[in-house]
């Protein structure tokens, strides 16, 4: 009888962190893939724009942060946090309105992904480092197949922009989530991104303002980032950060589920193929690379 109960509890055995984290990261690709349908309206940077000022206003009402008991440096990495998570919604944005959502995330997940190999080789423990940039930049290859006539050259620039800004991101994120508790990092970052693309999202926003027009935004503002950094925050309380960086690996994958479900995006073969080499390399240096 010991023998057949201990099996059906190993596999009841799952951590809540997970689910978590697949929840979240369903929510971001959702959330961008419903947001295409307010390019035709105001445009893919004013849509970004739109998103990060409800996004900004949430947070403060949640968090409140108190500014003068924080310090300049910590102040100065959210600051930074928040103009590049701005940058990088723009530049995401501006490609998923180009090329279709799974490509954009394959080209942008070598940000990660470089992230992941720079300090996995950083440690000495990957053995076999050398072969998963050449796996990953072969399974893009394979998405974008730029050898073909009708690739879309400014959307892979604008999906590989995304990638350098989410490096960074993650780099920041760890910094200011190491010295600032609580969500005060998003209260200060998200505001800023806010005001960091103001200027580029204003005008075609207020040239169509309406209350369906706000309310929208206000959904799309929920489904990424609200919602999606909170379960995040749950999520890691949950996980060790190796097995969160493989879970995160799974997002191309998501991404094209999504894409094909929600946007009719139906890659061919060989895309499929190019992502899931992309995700096999991400999930081996996320396994080799773990945060003590």
Same mark, same amino acid.
């Given at each position: 009888?010991?023998?057949?109960?201990?099996?059906?509890?190993?596999?009841?055995?799952?951590?809540?962190?997970?689910?978590?984290? =697949?929840?979240?990261?369903s929510?971001?690709?959702?959330?961008?893939a419903?947001?295409?349908?307010?390019?035709?309206?105001?445009?893919?940077?004013?849509?970004?724009?739109?998103?990060? #000022?409800?996004?900004?206003?949430?947070?403060?009402? =949640?968090? +409140?942060?108190?500014? +003068?008991?924080?310090? %300049?440096?910590?102040?100065?990495?959210?600051?930074? *946090?928040?103009?590049?998570?701005?940058?990088?919604?723009? *530049?995401?944005?501006?490609?998923?309105?180009?090329?279709?959502?799974?490509t954009? &995330?394959?080209?942008?997940?070598?940000?990660?992904?470089?992230?992941? *190999?720079?300090?996995?080789?950083? %440690?000495? %423990?990957?053995?076999?480092?050398?072969?998963?940039?050449?796996? #990953?930049?072969?399974? &893009? *290859?394979?998405v974008?197949q730029?050898?073909?006539?009708?690739?879309d050259?400014?959307?892979?620039?604008?999906?590989?922009?995304?990638?350098?800004?989410?490096?960074?991101?993650?780099?920041?994120?760890?910094?200011?989530?190491?010295?600032?508790?609580?969500?005060?990092?998003l209260?200060?970052?998200?505001?800023?991104?806010?005001?960091?693309?103001?200027?580029?999202?204003?005008?075609?926003?207020?040239?169509?303002?309406?209350?369906?027009l706000?309310?929208?935004?206000?959904?799309?503002?929920?489904?990424?980032?609200?919602?999606?950094?909170?379960?995040?925050?749950? #999520?890691?309380?949950?996980?060790?950060?190796?097995?969160?960086?493989?879970?995160?690996?799974?997002?191309?994958?998501?991404?094209?589920?999504?894409?094909?479900?929600?946007?009719?995006?139906?890659?061919?073969?060989?895309? =499929?193929?190019? =992502?899931?080499?992309?995700?096999?390399?991400?999930?081996?240096?996320?396994?080799?690379?773990?945060?003590?």
């Amino acid at each position: 009888m010991e023998g057949m109960t201990a099996p059906s509890a190993t596999a009841a055995r799952v951590n809540p962190g997970a689910l978590l984290a =697949i929840a979240s990261m369903s929510l971001v690709q959702l959330g961008a893939a419903l947001s295409t349908g307010m390019f035709a309206t105001i445009g893919p940077v004013a849509t970004a724009w739109l998103r990060l #000022a409800w996004a900004g206003v949430i947070f403060l009402v =949640i968090a +409140r942060p108190r500014l +003068r008991s924080l310090r %300049r440096a910590d102040l100065s990495a959210a600051a930074m *946090l928040g103009v590049t998570s701005g940058a990088l919604t723009v *530049l995401f944005f501006a490609a998923i309105e180009r090329i279709p959502l799974a490509t954009a &995330v394959a080209i942008e997940f070598l940000g990660p992904l470089a992230v992941g *190999l720079f300090s996995s080789s950083g %440690r000495g %423990r990957n053995r076999w480092g050398a072969l998963w940039p050449v796996l #990953a930049f072969g399974g &893009v *290859l394979l998405v974008t197949q730029p050898w073909q006539g009708g690739a879309d050259l400014l959307g892979f620039a604008y999906a590989a922009g995304a990638g350098t800004c989410w490096a960074v991101y993650i780099l920041l994120t760890q910094r200011v989530g190491d010295n600032l508790g609580g969500l005060q990092g998003l209260a200060i970052s998200m505001p800023v991104a806010a005001l960091a693309t103001l200027p580029f999202g204003l005008g075609a926003t207020v040239a169509h303002l309406s209350p369906g027009l706000l309310l929208e935004g206000l959904f799309l503002a929920l489904l990424l980032p609200v919602v999606p950094y909170a379960l995040e925050l749950l #999520a890691l309380r949950r996980l060790d950060a190796a097995s969160f960086g493989t879970l995160m690996s799974l997002e191309p994958a998501l991404a094209l589920v999504i894409g094909a479900v929600v946007l009719s995006q139906l890659p061919q073969p060989v895309q =499929i193929g190019g =992502i899931a080499l992309v995700t096999v390399a991400a999930i081996a240096v996320a396994r080799s690379g773990p945060r003590e």
